[in-house]
């Protein structure tokens, strides 16, 4: 019991000599945080109705090199120019969407593709019911939100944005190329199921 006292009381220690070491006294007692540094990892909540919706455009709209975007559903036509300007901006941009309900997307999937987006089905033997963004290899935000304008402004859905922090990235992206080797390109679904490609 002593030692794992000891060893809590060390742990105690060590966190607190950290937290003192990120703070900056100003003066009369008076602490504040140190300044963080704008590369510094950090973690966000937000909820819709409300901020998730300016968080999902934010994030889109200061990527510089790359997006990739899974999803449920994308029946958002703000959102969808949001990501056209992204690819105008010598952004890459891959949308890959599920499976369900392809007739719900595929005017979404066209108007993308049209100006040289990647968007495709991705084809699972399990119902996909995953949403995630990742930009530029360090930047996520995932979450019950499927950047639907009902999803962003009548339901109550929850993200999570997670900025510089590329483990976190790259685990998303991992999941997105694996899901993107196998992923089903719409004229071929058209074509099985008999519609003009």
């Known amino acids: ?20 070491a990120n703070e900056t006294e ?22 819709s109705p409300g901020e998730a919706e300016a968080e ?16 449920t559903s994308l029946v958002n036509r703000e959102l969808a120019d949001e ?26 999937i066209a108007f993308l593709k049209n100006a040289g987006v990647f968007a495709a089905y991705a084809s699972t033997r ?3 019911n995953s949403n995630f963004i990742v930009t530029d290899e360090s930047n996520s935000l995932a979450g019950s939100v499927d950047y639907a304008s009902t999803s962003f402004r009548r339901n109550y859905e929850t993200i999570m944005i997670v900025k510089n ?4 990235a790259f ?17 071929s679904v058209r074509q099985k199921q008999g519609a003009p490609g």
Do not use: C, Y
């Open 1 to 20: 019991m002593k030692r794992l006292l000891s060893l809590l009381a060390t742990g105690f220690l060590a966190t607190t000599q950290v937290a003192i």
């Open 26 to 47: 100003i003066g009369d007692g008076v602490v504040r945080p140190a300044a963080v540094s704008p590369f510094a990892p950090s973690i966000r909540v937000a909820f």
């Open 56 to 71: 999902v455009f934010d994030l889109v709209r200061k990527a510089n090199k790359s997006i990739r975007i899974l999803t």
């Open 83 to 108: 990501l056209l300007l992204a690819k105008s901006r010598g952004v890459d941009v891959r949308v890959l969407f599920s499976g369900a309900n392809k007739d719900q997307k595929s005017f979404v």
């Open 126 to 128: 399990q119902t996909l």
């Open 165 to 168: 922090h590329p483990d976190a």
């Open 171 to 187: 685990k998303l992206m991992s999941a997105w190329d694996a899901l993107a080797a196998e992923a089903e390109d719409p004229a």
